[in-house]
């Protein structure tokens, strides 16, 4: 069902051209024109002509009807049934509030209860049934769907990885969702056209038929993913660059009402892209996605933890996010290492540390590379991985955050709002004697190699060491 008022979203029209493209014929769409939007009338009104040229333009088999009209209407579905290799539109000319006497067709009445002394609709409607002895129900559907397999979804062996071994997080992503396509059917995964760089390509090479591209129409993309886990029939994963999600906002915080389990990977994030320039460099989406209110936020900073959090998304209810990284970095854990949502990673821990620093993904290897500058200097630092931004690991924090005087850095390829410091600040909020000193992307950023960019915005090696030095100093 569409109202006439929406159909001025781009996204009813990115999922009209995914439909035809697709050949949706069991899919029929039926826009209910009924002139009126909320505030004024429709930019249309009841320009039937001009919908019907739209919605044939967008490849849509499309009649238009008397909205009122049961017969027309029921001729138009046996119609739809037909036509092969097109998604039908019932193009409907309403009017609101139909045989209402002061209310038809009128404005200012959209989501209003009608006072009692204007009229009394439930006698009006009652006087125009023609059978008034007879219940008026239709038969419900058939309950004979067989129910969704809800059993664990498992990667088939463990991370097949080394330490030291260099992979970015988003190609691990790709090769782990490949490996849990194997351990499920109920595996799917979508793209934004971004594939090659997302590496979902790798699902894509073995399992095509429970692929889908939905090239770049991002807001189509997530919708179509919330469709896909409805009822737990499938385990979606839609992934594209993590800026792109910002597009999608909307479906995504609707998702979250709706109670929908889907899975959501943003790449290349952060001013560690380097040379794709800031269009394409994700620094607000751990704001976005922490602000969500039944959303889990992974970080990965390995492949191997990548491999996990895509294991755990696909047993995890609510949405997910997982953030993946366009660097190579080493690989810091074993392939039998545990994984937890909500448990973090204290890497690096000495009974001599003077900071405690926390990195996510690539300002994890900045921070450990940090620690090896300042252990030559006699200096030691505790160094955390998160895991999970949201829910984050306060115990873990304010236990090595006490040891180390209450001094803790943190440091991410982000904004600084709403970002890694932030919610690490609002963990710490409540605890005496905690100072954070948080390193973030300040500005609008700029085209450059990686480690150029790291270095300008402050979140290298070099700035976190000094940050510490700064900190001890004081």
């Known amino acids: 069902m569409l109202g006439d008022g929406e159909c001025s979203e781009g996204s009813v029209w990115e999922a009209m051209a995914f439909a035809s493209y697709y050949k949706l014929d069991n899919l029929v769409a039926i826009l209910d024109v009924n002139r009126l939007g909320q505030s004024e009338p429709a930019p249309l009104q009841h320009d039937m002509e001009t919908y019907r040229k739209r919605c044939e333009a967008f490849g849509w088999n499309t009649y238009v009807v008397d909205g009122h009209d049961v017969e027309e209407l029921c001729k138009a579905f046996w119609q739809a049934q037909q036509v092969k290799d097109k998604p039908t539109c019932i193009v409907a000319k309403t009017f609101k509030g139909k045989g209402l006497k002061n209310i038809e067709d009128i404005e200012n009445w959209h989501g209003k209860p009608i006072p009692k002394d204007k009229l009394d609709v439930v006698k009006d409607l009652e006087s125009r049934i023609q059978v008034p002895n007879k219940t008026v129900c239709p038969e419900l559907p058939n309950d004979d769907v067989a129910p969704a397999d809800l059993s664990p979804i498992s990667l088939p062996s463990p991370p097949a990885y080394k330490k030291g071994d260099k ?13 849990l396509g194997q351990g499920s059917q109920r595996v799917v995964a979508l793209d934004g056209d971004t594939k090659n760089s997302t590496f979902s390509e ?28 409805t009822r737990d029939r499938m385990v979606a994963f839609a992934s594209t660059f993590a800026a792109f999600f910002s597009r999608a906002y909307d479906q995504i915080r609707m998702g979250a009402i709706s109670q929908s389990n889907v899975n959501l990977v943003g790449s290349h994030c952060g001013v560690s892209i380097g040379e794709d320039g800031p269009s394409q460099m994700a620094l607000e989406d751990l704001a976005m996605f922490r602000a969500i209110p039944t959303c889990t936020v992974f970080y990965p900073s390995d492949a191997v933890s990548t491999e996990r959090a895509v294991e755990l998304c696909a047993n ?15 690989v810091i854990y074993s392939s039998d290492e545990k994984f937890e949502i909500g448990v973090a990673k204290v890497v690096r821990q000495s009974d001599s540390d003077v900071v405690t620093v926390i990195g996510a993904g690539v300002t994890l290897h900045e921070a450990l590379a ?96 000094n940050a510490v030095r700064q900190t001890f100093a004081n």
């Open 316 to 330: 995890t209810k609510g949405i997910c996010f997982i953030r993946t990284s366009r660097p190579a970095n080493a």
């Open 370 to 465: 940090a620690y090896d500058t300042l252990k030559s200097e006699g200096k030691n630092i505790c160094v955390i991985d998160p895991f999970t931004i949201k829910p984050l690991d306060a115990a873990t924090i304010l236990s090595c955050a006490r040891a180390t005087g209450g001094q803790i850095i943190t440091v991410e390829d982000h904004y600084k709002e709403g970002g890694l410091g932030e919610a690490v600040l609002s963990a710490m909020g409540g605890e005496p004697g905690i100072v954070v000193t948080r390193l973030a992307v300040t500005g609008v950023p700029r085209s450059g190699k990686p480690q150029e960019l790291l270095d300008l915005f402050g979140i290298s090696a070099k700035h976190i060491a």
């Open 167 to 179: 992979m970015a997080t988003r190609q691990a992503y790709g090769i782990a969702l490949a490996r």
């Open 202 to 229: 790798l699902f894509r090479k073995v399992y095509p038929d429970r692929y889908i591209e939905c090239f770049i129409a991002e807001q189509n993309l997530v919708g179509v993913a919330i469709g896909c886990a």
